[in-house]
T-cell receptor, first 113, second 111 residues
């Protein structure tokens, strides 16, 4: 199993541009989570899905952020328009229905200039 | 709300046991204790979890006090590769409830 796969690993974009982050969860995992990590705020949960349905998006900072999971093997996190304060490492994680814990991807380091 | 308290940082000599404490005095009866770690520039990695009894796996041991208000993660023979931030988290097990990561303990293993 290749684990949770995120792309791209690094993204540098200009303020105002649209950014799309991608995640492929582990096959058979019913839960998918998007986290953001910064030095100031640590690891923050943004949104999570169960069986492709968004369950809790209360951590999404504002309307500029949106997430989708069109099928069990793919999810996207989109920021439009991006701002410098969105610079962070974004992690995707997946978990079985009654699993022992999450498996995290390697993250996408986003820099907005 | 992480519901746990951990020391900010700790050092441990290579080859010695690393004992990482965690206070979770408000834990409820059906909440589990989970431990994760995050090595620099990587995603968090699951280590171990438990409810009441002590647990051991190939990575570590988890000792939970009888009143469940605190626990200790033990790395029996720390190596330089164990240098990481260690997070202690309490959570209901059989739900999709998210993990709330606090600030964790930054463990440095010294040669």
């Amino acid at each position: 199993d290749a684990g949770v796969i995120q792309s791209p690993r690094h993204e540098v974009t200009e303020m105002g541009q649209e950014v799309t982050l991608r995640c492929k969860p582990i096959s058979g995992h019913d839960y998918l989570f998007w986290y953001r990590q910064t030095m100031m705020r640590g690891l923050e949960l943004l949104i999570y899905f169960n069986n492709n349905v968004p369950i809790d998006d209360s951590g999404m900072p504002e309307d500029r952020f949106s997430a989708k999971m069109p099928n069990a093997s793919f999810s996207t996190l989109k920021i439009q328009p991006s701002e410098p304060r969105d610079s962070a490492v974004y992690f995707c994680a997946s978990s079985p229905q009654r699993g022992t814990g999450y498996t995290f991807g390697s993250g996408t380091r986003l820099t907005v200039v | 709300d992480a519901k746990t308290t951990q020391p900010t940082s700790m050092d441990c000599a290579e080859g010695r046991a690393a004992n990482l404490p965690c206070n979770h005095s408000t834990i409820s009866g059906n909440e589990y204790v989970y431990w994760y770690r995050q090595i620099h520039s990587q995603g968090p990695q699951y280590i171990i979890h438990g409810l009441k009894n002590n647990e051991t796996n190939e990575m570590a041991s988890l000792i939970i006090t009888e009143d469940r208000k605190s626990s200790t993660l033990i790395l029996p023979h720390a190596t330089l590769r164990d240098t990481a931030v260690y997070y202690c988290i309490v959570r209901l097990h059989y739900t999709g409830n998210q993990f709330y990561f606090g600030t964790g303990t930054s463990l440095t293993v010294i040669p």
